[in-house]
């Protein structure tokens, strides 16, 4: 069974035209990150939540926003897609108290036309 | 200096050889220590987890720790064709909820 689900698996989208990407998790867990990943590259965090409280990364382009509604989805918009932010969006959550493994969902790969 | 470095490979390995992969770490307070998998096109996928030194040994995976060293690795015994894939060492810093990510290293079981 998934428990780290997000939707769509592909999506395409024209250059500036806001997207957004889904989350969502039956783990009811705390914690839930967002992850770009480019080719060859290690996981890149844009930002976390633990329950409500947002934590965005330094550099994260002012581009990304996220939204939690509740515990169980999370949302990534991207306001106006560049071609550089072609990638594969990672979705990831945990439980409370450290130590804990982060678990994933299959990703949305993001295309830009 | 990079908070986590792996070996960048690519590591071929024959088939039923052991594959050797390496990960160091640059804050000695990190106490929580996780192997992922990652074949090409899909998402990671948590293999191992260790958070005291010593070996950990889950099947034909083996992960190891060293502390002091600031060391942590992963031995994949009885190599398989399926075991080619990125592995992806990350780390917890001290009183963080974040990864720290390496770059990973690309096996490859030639059969």
């Known amino acids: 069974d998934a428990m780290v689900i997000q939707n769509p698996r592909y999506q395409v989208t024209q250059f500036g035209k806001p997207v957004t990407l889904s989350c969502s998790q039956t783990?009811?867990?705390?914690?839930m990150y967002w992850y770009q990943q480019k080719s060859s590259q290690a996981p890149k965090l844009l930002f976390h939540?633990?329950?409500?409280?947002?934590?965005n990364e330094a550099d994260t382009p002012d581009n990304f926003q996220s939204r939690r509604p509740n515990t169980s989805f999370c949302f990534l918009d991207i306001r106006s897609p560049g071609l550089g932010d072609a990638a594969m969006y990672l979705c990831?959550?945990?439980?409370?108290?450290?130590?804990?493994?982060?678990?994933f969902g299959d990703g949305t790969r993001l295309s830009i036309l | 200096q990079k908070e986590v470095e792996q070996n960048s490979g690519p590591l071929s390995v024959p088939e039923g050889a052991i594959a050797s992969l390496n990960c160091t770490y640059s804050?000695?307070?990190?106490?929580?220590f996780f192997w992922y998998r990652q074949y090409s096109g899909k998402s990671p996928e948590l293999i191992m987890f260790i958070y005291s030194n010593g070996d950990k040994e889950d099947g034909r995976f083996t992960a190891q720790l060293n502390k002091a060293s600031q060391y942590v690795s992963l031995l994949i015994r009885d190599s398989q064709p399926s075991d080619s894939a990125t592995y992806l060492c990350?780390?917890?810093?001290?009183?963080?909820?974040?990864?720290?990510f390496g770059a990973g290293t690309t096996v490859t079981v030639r059969a």
């Open positions: 804050d000695r307070g990190s106490q929580s």
């Open positions: 990350a780390v917890n810093p001290p009183n963080d909820y974040k990864l720290s």
């Open positions: 990831a959550t945990t439980g409370k108290g450290l130590f804990q493994p982060q678990h």
């Open positions: 939540y633990y329950d409500k409280d947002f934590n």
């Open positions: 783990l009811n867990h705390n914690v």
